[in-house]
């Protein structure tokens, strides 16, 4: 049986490089782009994004996520930021996932969001930042299977962070 692996970041926050480093296993498959990206879904999955409260077709956007993965692979792979307001809901769609939850420095991630993102200033900035900061807390009490991290950690010790997912996934 394959094994979900989601993971959980805020934009800006470098869920890209974990997403590369993870990709070049061989027991890995990582879908093109963010699954939140992909033509048949993107409709549905950008439309209020960061609602916690909007529907997904979750067996349907599955089913059209499958078709991306490389399904020889043991370990398939999914990270679209707007998922760690959905995390609960996909831990009950996909059997046993595990997740990795991750943040960055605060200042790091508003500095981001106000480069990255057209009129967005300080004030809106921090708000998303705080928003996003409360759900990973709340994702970290209430998924089964974590790894809990940060970028700044993950960049300085990434042999410990690796060390950690061995734990999980011995491959």
């Known amino acids: 049986m394959r094994s979900y692996i989601f993971l959980l970041s805020p934009p800006y926050c470098g869920s890209t490089l974990l997403y590369k480093l993870l990709s070049t296993s061989e027991s890995v498959s990582c879908l093109p782009n963010e699954g939140q990206f992909i033509d048949e879904v993107k409709d549905i999955m950008r439309d209020s994004c960061w609602d916690s409260e909007k ?3 979750w067996p349907y956007i599955k089913t059209v996520w499958h078709r991306y993965w490389d399904e020889s692979k043991f370990y398939l792979v999914e990270k679209s930021p707007p998922n760690l307001v959905r995390s609960k809901l996909i831990e009950e769609n996909f059997n ?43 994702n970290s009490q209430i998924l089964k299977n974590t790894i809990v991290t ?15 997912l061995s734990q999980i996934i011995p491959d």
């Open 55 to 57: 529907h997904m077709p």
């Open 150 to 164: 940060t970028y700044e950690d993950f960049c300085d010790h990434p042999l410990d962070f690796f060390e950690d």
């Open 96 to 138: 046993q996932p595990l997740f990795i939850i991750s943040v960055r420095n605060p200042y790091a991630h508003c500095e981001g969001l106000i480069r990255r993102r057209n009129g967005w200033d300080e004030k809106k900035a921090v708000e998303f930042c705080i928003f996003c900061l409360k759900e990973q807390m709340k």
